[in-house]
């Protein structure tokens, strides 16, 4: 069966672009699995910069959503979008406007303000360090500096949801479990309250590892996407996490933001 073209998406900003990209993809999630390409340019901060975008929107196709608050740029923006047929959605310009209306102040109208280099902003960065060093049980010894400990068997997303949770300054370490391997005694010396297990439904991992080997060029049949391979392992998983005691959420057909919410949510419960 054909697969069908992904719409690009252009993210314009003056800044880095990190707001309308969180936005398109949460959007572009209600559509799923109809898929979306976000092409991402940021720093925009002359006409040049709007021209290469809107040129290579008349070649490619495509959409543009923009996050730019110095007003000529988005005028200019506008304008040729309309000039040439693109569809085209300011995400920050109504809201701006109606605060500053509010507000009864005028916008400073100045790029990048949204990341500036202050100790939140540090702390983000640090939690991201720390997410990477202690990915997949590369060293243990991150288990007892964490704030959130992820456990499960490979695919059930701890990586990606290490990382976005990171993003909300949490210093997460996760660590994959193994029939083959006793997990490290740290995590029964911890508090449980911290630790996450990660459960999903042996279907559904048996599609997505089968995926992840056909990604890396490799057969589909191998003991890695087997079944009855999947059932041991999440028992396995299931007896680890019972004699933890810690909560379970299932990530079956959650997406990570979704299963991210529901960690932060029981973390604020039980501290």
């Not at 340019?41 to 929107?57: L, M, R, S, Y």
């Not at 479990?177 to 999903?200: C, H, N, W």
Request: glycine share 6%; charged share 25%.
């Amino acid at each position: 069966m054909d697969h069908p073209l992904p719409t690009r998406v252009y993210v314009v900003s003056d800044s880095v672009g990190e707001t309308g990209e969180s936005v398109v993809r949460a959007a572009a999630m209600q559509f799923h699995p109809v898929p979306v390409e976000i092409v991402r340019a940021p720093f925009i901060h002359d006409i040049e910069g709007i021209d290469k975008v809107i040129n290579a929107i008349r070649i490619h196709g495509g959409i543009v959503v923009f996050t730019l608050v110095i007003p000529e740029l988005r005028d200019d923006l506008i304008a040729k979008a309309k000039e040439h047929g693109i569809p085209h959605i300011d995400l920050l310009g109504p809201v701006v406007n109606t605060l500053g209306q509010a507000l009864r102040q005028e916008p400073r109208r100045q790029p990048g303000m949204i990341h500036p280099l202050d100790e939140d902003y540090f702390k983000k960065v640090e939690a991201v360090e720390f997410a990477v060093k202690y990915d997949d049980g590369r060293d243990f010894s991150g288990i007892q500096k964490a704030d959130i400990i992820l456990l499960g068997v490979s695919r059930t997303s701890k990586t990606p949801l290490s990382m976005y949770l990171a993003h909300k300054r949490f210093k997460v370490a996760n660590v994959p479990l193994v029939p083959e391997m006793q997990p490290p005694a740290a995590i029964y010396t911890v508090s449980k309250d911290k630790i996450i297990g990660l459960r999903i439904d042996p279907d559904k991992l048996n599609v997505i590892r089968q995926e992840r080997l056909r990604t890396l060029g490799l057969a589909e049949n191998a003991t890695y996407a087997n079944v009855e391979r999947i059932k041991i392992e999440l028992a396995f998983a299931d007896k680890i996490m019972s004699k933890i005691g810690c909560v379970i959420f299932d990530v079956s057909n959650r997406a990570v933001e979704e299963t991210a919410s529901l960690v932060m949510d029981h973390i604020e419960h039980v501290q």
